[in-house]
């Protein structure tokens, strides 16, 4: 039986959810490191392990003509969100980092919006609007809120990875071969890491190496696998499922660190993870959020 592309990009960015969750868990078990030191071997790895895929597919490290500014913007971007990402990771539960970081496809709808110039209806901007809402539960903006500037961090995180997100997507129907995306994002993320690197390095164990080792592998998977699920389907159809990791983050934080999001952030998970299924809904065409037109059961 032949698979769609859509159910192919499904099965990607739930194993992307996944690898991300346990990506993050490495992060938080590496200990005490600048964000700036972690992404640096979190992007090395996945740096050589796009270029042995690159190599196997005989497909060269030159991008197709005119996509340079695509890749460099998905690049810098990119590399500003994961430093936010893992700040947040460390100074944060990990599942509130994880719905943070999350807000990235409602910010890809947005900057679709700008950039792409997809319409925009009245129920995707509300929806917009209302996750950002469930969002400001889960920062809990007070002054008496500790962890009010690592939450407004992570939030830019997923601002930033929503644009870069948006890149890989136009990069996608220039139909740029997705290795190449990976290894572009990596090289570049390792090159802009590597000044903080050689000033502020912090000397590590071997169990902070393993851990960080863990963390490139288990990115290297996540990045191969949006990427994939990106060039295959709009972020529209498939984003919704990108929220498993929410799951993922919640079952790996009790386990390995004994977190429990509190009630606010509850709040906020179901608010940003209600609106994106019915974001999904909604582009779906199920009837109760956009009533079916006369002709469209004669198509």
Same mark, same amino acid.
């Given at each position: ?36 030191? /972690?992404?640096? *071997?979190? #992007? ?5 392990? !796009? ?7 005989? $497909? @060269? =490290? ?77 920062? /809990?903006?007070? *002054?008496? #809120? ?5 939450? !407004? ?7 930033? $990875? @929503? =644009? ?136």
């Amino acid at each position: 039986m032949k698979v769609s592309e859509k159910n192919k990009a499904i099965f990607y960015i739930i194993l992307s959810a996944f690898c991300f969750a346990f990506m993050n868990l490495f992060v938080r078990l590496s200990g005490d490191l600048p964000a700036f030191q /972690k992404s640096f *071997f979190r #992007n090395f790895v996945a740096m050589f392990f !796009a270029a042995a895929v690159l190599l196997r597919q005989h $497909a @060269g =490290f030159r991008w197709k003509k005119g996509n340079l500014k695509y890749l460099l913007l998905r690049s810098a971007i990119g590399t500003f969100g994961i430093v936010c990402n893992f700040y947040a990771i460390d100074h944060i539960p990990l599942s509130d980092a994880s719905i943070l970081n999350k807000m990235s496809p409602f910010f890809v709808i947005l900057f679709s919006f700008f950039i792409l110039k997809e319409r925009l209806t009245f129920f995707q901007g509300a929806a917009v609007f209302i996750a950002f809402v469930g969002a400001l539960f889960v920062i /809990k903006p007070s *002054f008496a #809120n500790v962890d009010l500037l690592p939450s !407004a961090i992570g939030l830019v995180g997923g601002m930033s $990875a @929503g =644009f870069a997100y948006t890149m890989v997507r136009v990069l996608g129907t220039r139909k740029e071969n997705g290795s190449l995306i990976v290894f572009f994002f990596s090289a570049f993320s390792c090159l802009s890491m590597l000044p903080f690197l050689i000033f502020d390095f912090h000397p590590m164990t071997w169990q902070q190496v393993l851990m960080l080792l863990g963390a490139g592998l288990a990115a290297s998977g996540g990045q191969f696998s949006i990427t994939a699920a990106y060039c295959r389907s709009p972020a529209r159809e498939i984003s919704v499922y990108d929220y498993s990791q929410i799951i993922f983050a919640t079952m790996l934080g009790f386990i390995f660190f004994g977190e429990l999001p509190d009630l606010y952030s509850i709040i906020g998970y179901i608010v940003i993870c209600s609106m994106a299924v019915l974001m999904f809904l909604y582009h779906n065409g199920v009837w109760i959020f956009r009533p079916k037109k006369p002709h469209d059961s004669e198509k």
